[in-house]
């Protein structure tokens, strides 16, 4: 399956305020991405829609040739804002920057992704923590289904449906892990009709196999012929886990934020860069990886700019990281079409393995 | 006149701990950088320069296919290390990092650099501070010059004085602001002879006319046929007004410090982007300029990554800046050959007036 062109399944770098922390677009296209994550709720906030808008969108402000999926920011306001208060219409919430009271309807939300000229739109629901209580989940769930309602009459406003150059509009599943809400979310969501399913809700503090359940129940119930994106995942591990029960799109900040902490991913399982023993390794991070940070760099003097504070370690690992992920997603896309994902999968397992 | 086959006068980018500070070493090559400066002080206490010559040196390392001059860190031995000792034989000092006790000769300082695998190499030199008595400045005189000589004599136990691949090795002018002194140490170090003459001990907190008048005094006694080298200098004036003094090798953390916190330098004088009219600013932060961050990103973005603390930001302007160092020396040796310095001065100068 394709999704702007694109082969699935995909990973998506997610470049929450406009930038992959640390690196630059080119190192981005150098590793393969062509779609890249970024936020709503944080870009409207700062630096605001209107100056992105004059630069003609969100890819040109940040010099991207490429495409990208925006987040409603949904997540975002439940989870950093301050002084929260949810109506029938829409959020209410401070700005976690400087404390500035904002309403937001569904219909804002589809304006401010359209001034971002994102090529895939997520409408605002409304997600919710874990633990969660049926009634508040059972709540979510119909908000979110009527918003997403809403988000749709208003987008193709816009745009008509057959239109081949318009953004692409996802729906998005709710229900906390209740199957018998994550079923009705689905129904409702799908009786709407998107151009591809979100699972959203998940990886909010669950045990893995919990969320697993919840992703795998989802996706049997999808339809089989739209993109389904599980939303904030993950590691290999998650990625592989979701890929076998039918999921086609990722994001995560898993690959930079390991980065910028020293843990790198690599074909023999994560490395913690920081320990003593790496102190003179020769070696590059991952003798399997062609990046130019394996290329150029030894174990030994990456572990020295940790040490040392020195940000182009941070930089270094970064990129390594995210050449990784992209590396991984090219992988079982071939295994995929060639009939060896479940060898691929056993096989990264053995190193992924959580816990 | 040359130094290593590198045409004079340059700037070296400062690798204090074997980076420079956010970029990689095909950025800093991509820039037209030679020869990079680091630190032995800082190298010797983090990662040990042992681990640095199992890998064929500082270099290698650090995967930088070029050259390095090494300041032997005297000047951070003075300036940074606790519970400071110095006798006649050398420096006793407790470590910045973890307080440990250490004690160095000017043989071990030259022993640290040859381990690294510097190519051109300080002397340990006892630096003043400003303001300085002339009891104290004439100490650090007297002791320089005793070390000098016994560092000249260590470095040629390993060295035969024709060994057209050996490193070079430096002699230091001290005698703080007072031009007697100044004189006395440069017939000192010059009568020991060295590959080059660095003048240390200026811009430790005198007036930028008081720096001048020393650095111009000191050059004009100097011989002729050998690089001068002014210490830890300096903004693009500093620059145009030593070279116009004659001397011929510079260092400074200033492009990638003001990169770091957001102040550009263009050719038009310095940009401090965070500022508001910048916000929506779609040019590059200077239309004159080629490098890849010019050419790709503008003011406006650069300004909301460094508003929303993204490093990419630090990372692009230190980019920029570094770049424009290098433009800023090609431009002045072009001047020198064609006639045209004294124009080139009054060009930059107009924008990068001090005060």
Redesign the interface.
């Known amino acids: 399956m394709k999704i702007l062109g694109v082969e699935l399944p995909i990973f998506m770098p997610v470049a929450t305020?406009?930038?992959?922390?640390?690196?630059?677009?080119?190192e981005l296209q150098s590793c393969g991405y062509k779609i890249l994550l970024s936020n709503a709720y944080?870009l409207y906030l700062?630096?605001g829609v209107d100056?992105i808008q004059?630069?003609g969108g969100l890819a040109d402000?940040?010099?991207w040739d490429g495409m990208i999926l925006t987040d409603s920011g949904g997540y975002q306001v439940f989870s950093m804002a301050d002084l929260r208060r949810v109506t029938e219409d829409g959020v209410e919430f401070s700005s976690h920057i400087d404390g500035s009271r904002h309403f937001l309807t569904p219909e804002d939300v589809i304006n401010i992704q359209l001034k971002l000229k994102s090529n895939i739109i997520m409408p605002l629901d409304e997600p919710v923590a874990y633990p969660c209580s049926r009634t508040d989940a059972e709540e979510a769930v119909r908000k979110t289904t009527v918003w997403a309602k809403r988000s749709k009459d208003h987008f193709f406003k816009f745009f008509s449906p057959g239109d081949e150059k318009r953004p692409l509009l996802f729906g998005i599943i709710q229900g906390s892990v209740y199957n018998d809400l994550r079923e009705r979310s689905i129904n409702e969501i799908c009786s709407i009709g998107f151009d591809g399913y979100a699972i959203g809700g998940v990886s909010v503090g669950e045990e893995k196999s919990l969320i697993y359940e919840i992703v795998d129940f989802s996706a049997s119930k999808l339809p089989s012929d739209k993109p389904i994106y599980v939303m904030g995942m993950g590691t290999p591990q998650d990625i592989l886990t979701c890929v076998e029960s039918g999921c086609a799109m990722f994001d995560c900040i898993i690959p930079t934020r390991y980065g910028r902490t020293g843990t790198a991913f690599t074909w023999q399982g994560k490395k913690v860069l920081r320990n003593s023993g790496y102190?003179?390794a020769?070696g590059p991070i991952d003798a399997q990886c062609d990046c130019?940070v394996c290329s150029?760099?030894?174990c030994?003097?990456i572990?020295?700019?940790f040490?040392?504070s020195?940000?182009?370690?941070?930089?270094?690992l970064s990129f390594h990281n995210v050449y990784f992920y992209s590396k991984l997603m090219s992988r079982i896309r071939e295994s995929l079409t060639g009939g060896s994902f479940k060898a691929l999968k056993n096989k990264i397992s053995e190193f992924y393995k959580e816990g």
Do not use: T, W
């Not at 305020?17 to 080119?26: A, M, R």
């Not at 020195?310 to 270094?316: F, M, V, Y």
């Open positions: 305020q406009g930038s992959v922390k640390s690196l630059s677009v080119s944080h700062r630096p100056i004059s630069f402000f940040m010099s102190k003179d020769a130019f150029n760099y030894s030994a003097y572990r020295h700019l040490n040392s020195e940000i182009l370690g941070l930089r270094l």
